[in-house]
């Protein structure tokens, strides 16, 4: 099999180009809000998840390129479910570390179910680690 020049120089071209398109995506969360504090890990807004029966749910929304709330405030001792809407490039799939949750978005979003956290702060990401957002357990 002999392989031109020209079909080296085109895959090259091909290589750069979803490069460029793979990692050109990300965006980052707004700056905080409320000003103020000492808020470590994540800024941007915070949402309150909602305690039903033996679960606590919230909602993710990801279409302004960032995890809307960015800091996810959950009780102790209750599982957390949390829905992440459609995501897609950077924020294709969300990873939770410290659950080992590696989800894809890209079909519409996905719930990830967690169980019953003890009180503390769990980061969670984009696939290239590059968009954050926290959970923070009191
Ligand atoms: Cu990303």
Redesign the pocket.
């Known amino acids: 099999m002999n392989t031109s020049p020209q079909l080296l120089r085109r895959l090259a071209l091909i290589a750069i180009l979803s490069f460029t398109l793979g990692s050109g995506?990300?965006s980052s969360a707004p700056a905080a809000i409320d000003g103020g504090g000492a808020a470590p890990a994540a800024d941007g807004p915070s949402g309150v998840a909602v305690v039903s029966g033996a679960v606590q749910t919230i909602s993710v929304d990801l279409s302004q390129g960032y995890y809307d709330p960015t800091v996810i405030e959950a009780k102790a001792g209750v599982p957390l479910e949390i829905s992440f809407g459609q995501g897609q490039?950077?924020?294709?799939k969300v990873l939770i570390p410290a659950f080992s949750v590696d989800q894809d978005l890209t079909a519409g979003g996905a719930v990830v179910k967690l169980p019953a956290m003890t009180p503390g702060e769990y980061e969670f990401?984009?696939?290239?680690?590059?968009?954050f957002g926290t959970i923070r357990v009191k």
């Open positions: 995506a990300c490039g950077c924020l294709a990401s984009c696939g290239m680690r590059m968009v």
